[in-house]
């Protein structure tokens, strides 16, 4: 199980590195039902490879001149309180009511992704920074962190672009930054009640950062579009998993047909010209959405 946990790490890394986010999302369901940790375990240990994996990553980054700092850092900073936080509360809450919460996660996200983003001018150029807000929603999104052990990176990208009046391409380096920081802080906190298998958590973290070199060398080569989307449907399947696992087998089955059906009715739409919900799934709509 090891090998497939590791080589599928390498897989978790090229998604976050062809998406700038995401990817994560995937380390926790991987630890806790391939390398069979449990689930307190698999969250701490998911903290320790996307925050080393979000580094690299932010790095490459910063040589490019995509990271604003001054933003980063402020964000980072309320969330890695909220983070830090967040590992210590998780110790209080049932590992099951964890993996759920980290379920509606990932439906969240994979909706987020369905549905991308729209341009706009307001996100072209740097505004001045409204830091109560900023704090805020770090803590926010750091909070989610540290319970979860998901990233947030599509929360924090469209916070900074939102917020913070980030072009996208800054906006995701500078995201890389956040997610780091906030996931060392949640690992810290979870250091405190949760033992750690540094043999897998290396190896895995060590799968992961190299896949995030091989999808930051791809993305410029594939469209991000289709990605983003076929990711989106994966993300959703995955949850249903997690649904079946940790709250009934039917609630699984239930996730996955609505799913499918879901997809049907994507494919669909995207084909007809008359669709009803042919706005809500171009995203036509929304001004922004996570």
């Known amino acids: 199980m090891i090998a497939l946990t590791v080589a599928l790490a390498v897989l978790v890394g090229v998604s976050l590195g062809l998406l700038g986010g995401g990817g994560s999302i995937l380390t926790v369901p991987l630890l806790a039902y391939v390398a069979g940790m449990d689930a307190k375990q698999a969250i701490a240990t ?3 490879v996307v925050g080393t994996t979000s580094a690299v990553g932010a790095i490459s980054h910063a040589k490019a001149g995509r990271v ?7 964000f980072g900073a309320a969330g890695m309180a909220g983070a830090y936080g967040g590992g210590l509360l998780g110790q209080f809450i049932p590992g099951s009511v964890l993996l759920l919460g980290f379920a509606a996660m990932m439906i969240a996200t994979a909706i987020a992704m369905l549905r991308g983003r729209k341009s706009t001018t307001a996100a072209d150029k740097a505004h001045r ?4 807000k900023v704090v805020a929603e770090g803590l926010a999104v750091g909070l989610v962190t540290g319970l979860v052990g998901a990233g947030g990176g599509f929360l924090v990208v469209p916070a900074l672009a939102l917020l913070g009046g980030l072009p ?8 890389l930054v956040v997610i780091a920081m906030k996931s060392f802080a949640g690992f810290g906190g979870y250091l405190a009640s949760v033992q750690i298998d540094w043999a897998v958590a290396g190896m895995v973290t060590a799968a992961a950062v190299v896949g995030g070199l091989v999808g930051a060398r791809l993305s410029g080569r594939l469209d991000p579009d289709l990605l983003r989307k076929a990711f989106g449907w994966f993300v959703l399947a995955m949850s249903s998993l997690i649904l079946g696992e940790e709250l009934h087998l039917w609630a699984g089955v239930a996730a996955a047909g609505l799913t499918a059906f879901a997809g049907a009715v994507y494919l669909v739409c995207n084909r007809t010209a008359h669709c009803p919900v ?3 799934i171009r995203n036509e709509a929304a001004p922004f959405a996570a």
């Open 46 to 48: 998911s903290l320790l």
């Open 68 to 74: 604003q700092w001054r933003t980063g850092l402020i």
């Open 129 to 132: 920074i409204p830091v109560a």
């Open 168 to 175: 996208m391409p800054i906006a995701v380096g500078t995201s």
């Open 278 to 280: 042919r706005r809500l």
